[in-house]
């Protein structure tokens, strides 16, 4: 009787993570709420740092990345007029310009040797 043990399992090296905090406004003004995705270039691993109030403080792994803001309304749709008991399931929308995120050019290098603190100025034209 034989007997084969397989490893296929992948060791990916984990990137280390530092402290990241600062401030969004959206026209001069602290953002209500909103997310930071902080996009490692290479492998698009997001770390996702909350804003609130205009401020944030979290995580993101070291290196050069590539940041994407987001802010949402939150609205549930009225039910059809002929199921007017349906219930209906809240949706998100992102309001924040597309430059912000989906086609963001903003950067952030995290670093292990300095203070980690941004400030990213957002117009909501």
């Known amino acids: 009787m034989a007997v084969l043990i397989c490893g296929c399992g992948h060791s990916k090296k984990e990137l280390p993570t530092y402290g990241v905090s600062g401030t969004v406004n959206l026209d001069g003004k602290p953002l209500a709420e909103g997310e930071?995705?902080?996009?490692?270039?290479?492998?698009?691993q997001i770390d996702i740092v909350p804003v609130k109030d205009g401020k944030f403080e979290g995580d993101a792994k070291a290196g050069s990345r590539r940041v994407e803001i987001r802010a949402y309304n939150i609205e549930t749709p009225k039910p059809p007029a002929d199921m007017p008991d349906l219930k209906m399931e809240p949706t998100k929308t992102n309001y924040l310009p597309a430059k912000y995120n989906t086609n963001?050019?903003?950067?952030?290098?995290?670093s292990a040797d300095k203070p980690n603190e941004f400030t990213f100025d957002l117009a909501s034209k």
Do not use: M, R, W
């Not at 930071?36 to 698009?44: D, M």
């Open 36 to 44: 930071i995705y902080f996009v490692t270039k290479e492998t698009g």
């Open 104 to 110: 963001s050019t903003l950067t952030a290098d995290v």
